[in-house]
């Protein structure tokens, strides 16, 4: 089974700069979460989607992140302008359903670098 | 007070030796726990889930203390590649959202 696909693997952009991430998910998985993970840290969640709607956007910056999910299968995160803060590695992951014990399943990651 | 409170080490252990990690979350609300392990510059992987009757899954034992809202890793005979680190993650009550600690660092050296 294909595990959760994230493109590009990296990317460096000067600040003020805008940037977009893909994410596919594992076949079937009706649930798509982004996470920013800054060094030193642990992942915190940006925007759950469930299928092609949001669940939980509380913590995404919309002042310059958004993102969807618009078919229900395949994401785009952006940031647009990104400030040298925004340096971090943004993780996809997705889960079958929503359910409180359901694995998370996380992509590679996309490692981001705001000059 | 942060959500999700761990220690962030490194703990440098021998081979052999048996570590044991401590993690504090502050809402007593949360449903479920669980333990993600981390390589460097790799994903988070799922190491095991944590039930308020303790779990063991080979050298790894997961304890729940729902009073003190306590959650710890133990681990026996520790491998080289045991080394990484390894995130305290805790689930609110009725939807999937992952709050992960800032993970603990775990070295094995030979």
């Known amino acids: 089974e294909a595990g959760v696909a994230q493109s590009p693997r990296y990317k460096i952009i000067e600040k003020r700069q805008s940037v977009a991430f893909w994410c596919n998910p594992i076949?079937?998985?009706?649930?798509l979460y982004w996470y920013q993970q800054i060094l030193g840290q642990g992942p915190k969640l940006l925007i759950q989607?469930?299928?092609?709607?949001?669940?939980?956007d509380s913590q995404l910056p919309k002042d310059r992140f958004s993102a969807e999910r618009l078919k229900g299968v395949d994401s785009t995160l952006k940031i647009q302008p990104a400030k040298l803060e925004d340096s971090a590695v943004y993780l996809c992951?997705?889960?079958?359903?929503?359910?409180?014990?359901?694995?998370?399943?996380f992509g590679p990651g996309t490692r981001l670098l705001v000059l | 007070r942060k959500e999700v409170e761990q220690d962030p080490g490194p703990f440098n252990v021998p081979e052999g030796a048996t570590v044991a990690f401590n993690c504090t979350y502050s809402n007593s609300a949360s449903q479920s726990f669980f333990w993600y392990r981390q390589d460097c510059r790799k994903e988070p992987k799922l190491l095991m889930s944590?039930?308020?009757s303790g779990n063991e899954d080979g050298r790894f034992t997961a304890q729940l203390n729902r009073a003190s809202q306590y959650i710890s890793l133990l681990i026996r005979d520790s491998k080289l590649s045991d080394s990484a680190t390894y995130l305290c993650v805790v689930n609110l009550r009725g939807f999937q959202k992952l709050v992960f600690g800032t993970g603990t660092r775990l070295l094995v050296s030979p």
């Open positions: 989607f469930q299928n092609n709607g949001v669940v939980d």
């Open positions: 076949s079937g998985h009706a649930t």
């Open positions: 944590v039930y308020s």
């Open positions: 992951a997705s889960s079958s359903l929503h359910l409180s014990q359901e694995t998370q399943y």
